[in-house]
C-alpha cells in the first residue's frame, strides 16, 4: 500500500529550529518528486518546497532561506528542517508525492505550533 | 506569479443537487498543469482532477473537471453527504512552482 507518515511536529519558541519527518512506503522517495505543504489555523494550503529526484529543491518565497528539505534513500524519509520559526509557521505540515504538476498521495499531517 | 480565485467562497447545497466550483487564474494556465483536491478536516487532500479533466484513480464519475486558459471549473452531479468538504484548485509554474487557490467550502444546506 502506497503510504505516508509524517512525524516531528510540536510546540516550539519562535527563533527555535525543528525538523519533520515524511516516511514513505509502498514506492521509493528517491525516484519520485516529494514535497510539503502546510495549512495555517483557519487559511487555505500553502505550497512549501519539493524535492525532485534528481535532487534539485525548490522553496516558497516565505521559507527561503530558513527551511531545507532533504530525503535519506535508504531510510526511504523526507525531511523538512526548518530553522528561524516564526509564529506564522504555525500550521499542519502535509508530506505529498508530486506527479510532476499534481500531488497524488498525501500523508495525514503533523501539527507545527510556533509560540512563547 | 499566478493567483487562481476560487468563488464562490462557500456554496450550500443539499445531497442530490448539482455543485459548480469555479476557479479563475489570473494568467493563463496550460490545462495540463490545472489540479482540484478535496480537503476534510482532520484528513489527507485528496487529489480529483488532474490535467484539467482527468479523474484520478478511484474518483466517482460524479466529479468532472474543465476549462482551459484562465477559467476552470469543477463540477459534481448528484451530491452525496460525503462529497460536503472544502475544496482547491491547484496550478504548476513559473515561481511558485505550485499555487492553490484560497478554497470554496461546499457545505449542506
Known amino acids: 500500500e502506497v503510504q505516508l507518515v509524517e512525524s516531528g511536529g510540536g510546540l516550539v519558541q519562535p527563533g527555535g529550529s525543528l525538523r519533520l519527518s515524511c516516511a514513505a512506503s509502498?514506492?521509493?522517495?528517491?525516484?519520485?518528486?516529494m514535497t510539503w505543504v502546510r495549512q495555517a489555523p483557519g487559511k487555505g494550503l500553502e505550497w512549501v518546497s519539493v524535492?525532485?529526484?534528481?535532487?534539485?529543491?525548490y522553496y516558497a518565497d516565505s521559507v527561503k532561506g530558513r527551511f531545507t528539505i532533504s530525503r535519506h534513500n535508504s531510510e526511504n524519509t523526507v525531511y523538512l528542517q526548518m530553522d528561524s520559526l516564526r509564529p506564522e509557521d504555525t500550521a499542519v505540515y502535509y508530506c505529498?508525492?508530486?506527479?510532476?504538476?499534481?500531488?497524488?498521495?498525501w500523508g495525514q499531517g503533523t501539527t507545527v505550533i510556533v509560540s512563547s | 506569479e499566478i493567483v487562481l480565485t476560487q468563488s464562490p467562497g462557500t456554496l450550500s447545497l443539499s445531497p442530490g443537487e448539482s455543485a459548480t466550483l469555479s476557479c479563475r487564474a489570473s494568467?493563463?494556465?496550460?490545462?495540463?498543469?490545472l489540479a482540484w483536491y478535496q480537503h476534510k478536516p482532520g484528513q489527507a487532500p485528496r487529489l480529483l482532477i488532474y490535467?484539467?479533466?482527468s479523474r484520478a484513480t478511484g474518483i466517482p464519475d460524479r466529479f468532472s473537471g474543465s476549462g482551459s486558459g484562465t477559467d476552470f471549473t469543477l463540477t459534481i452531479s448528484r451530491l452525496e453527504p460525503e462529497d460536503f468538504a472544502v475544496y482547491y484548485c491547484?496550478?504548476?509554474?513559473?515561481?511558485?512552482?505550485?499555487?492553490f487557490g484560497q478554497g470554496t467550502k461546499l457545505e449542506i444546506k
Open positions: 505529498a508525492r508530486v506527479r510532476v504538476t499534481r500531488m497524488d498521495v
Open positions: 509502498g514506492f521509493t522517495v528517491n525516484t519520485n518528486y
Open positions: 524535492i525532485y529526484s534528481g535532487g534539485s529543491t
Open positions: 494568467q493563463s494556465v496550460t490545462s495540463s498543469y
Open positions: 490535467g484539467a479533466s
Open positions: 491547484q496550478q504548476y509554474g513559473s515561481s511558485p512552482l505550485y499555487t
